[in-house]
């Protein structure tokens, strides 16, 4: 069974930083694309990044390029979100969620941004 | 980017009585590859986002047949047949043709 564990959400400042991961079992982690999804009641559903499988290529969204930073642990089984330069519309609860299909999606972790 | 559009946003509905609601991207989600990329997700209260349907037209493992997909091009549809309590929740599109800059619908919210 596929299972996606988010963790590392919680309350920052404005222009802090924060890394977010994704435990991941129950299918070869290394082989498929992973990508990081946020949802706020505003906004709805937003693509922030994705990495692709076995050569790792990155992609983010124009919201987060140059602050966000996806990269991910074969050997952990995980997968990272690092945020910087963190501003109050990133606040949002972030999912993780696997494959170019998105057939499976963590629980979620949520990031506050506020001062 | 393409833009997914989905009406109703609000759908009340009657227990046992069938529901449909709609979908509309900005750009054909008609893949190089032949397919097309437009996935269905049910979202309950307090819950993730769970994949009910891929490519158009297919039921992820343990959905319900009552759930039906279908469309092509740039209008799709997602049907239940005969609503359940459980059904309560919010439904999104997903266009993935584009990977990997997924969009998503607003998301209908499904009522009794």
């Known amino acids: 069974e596929v299972q996606l564990l988010e963790s590392g959400g919680g309350l920052i400042q404005p222009g802090g930083s924060l890394r977010l991961s994704c435990a991941a079992s129950g299918f070869?982690?290394?082989?498929?694309?992973?990508?990081?999804?946020?949802?706020?009641p505003g906004k709805g559903l937003e693509w922030v990044s994705s990495i692709s499988g076995r050569d790792n290529i990155t992609y983010y969204a124009d919201s987060v390029k140059g602050r966000f930073t996806i990269s991910r642990d074969i050997s952990k089984n995980t997968l990272y979100l690092q945020m910087s330069s963190l501003r109050v519309e990133d606040t949002a609860l972030y999912y993780c969620a696997k494959g170019r299909t998105s057939d499976s999606w963590g629980q979620g972790t949520l990031v506050t941004v506020s001062s | 980017d393409v833009v997914m559009t989905q009406s109703p946003l609000s759908l009340p509905v009657t227990l046992g009585q069938p529901a449909s609601f709609s979908c509309r991207s900005s750009q054909s989600l008609v893949h190089s590859d032949g397919n097309t990329y437009l996935s269905w997700f049910q979202q309950r209260?307090?819950?993730?986002?769970r994949r009910l349907i891929y490519k158009v037209s297919n039921r992820d493992s343990g959905v319900p047949d009552r759930?039906?997909?279908?469309?092509?091009?740039?209008?799709?549809?997602l049907k239940?047949?005969?609503?359940?309590?459980?059904?309560?929740?919010?439904?999104?599109?997903?266009?993935?043709?584009?990977?990997?800059?997924?969009?998503?619908?607003?998301?209908?919210?499904?009522?009794?």
């Open chain 1, 28 to 40: 070869s982690f290394s082989t498929y694309a992973m990508s990081w999804v946020r949802q706020t």
């Open chain 2, 45 to 49: 209260p307090g819950q993730s986002p």
């Open chain 2, 67 to 77: 759930f039906s997909g279908s469309g092509s091009g740039t209008d799709f549809t």
């Open chain 2, 80 to 112: 239940i047949s005969r609503v359940e309590a459980e059904d309560v929740g919010l439904y999104y599109c997903m266009q993935g043709t584009y990977w990997p800059l997924w969009t998503f619908g607003q998301g209908t919210k499904v009522e009794i």
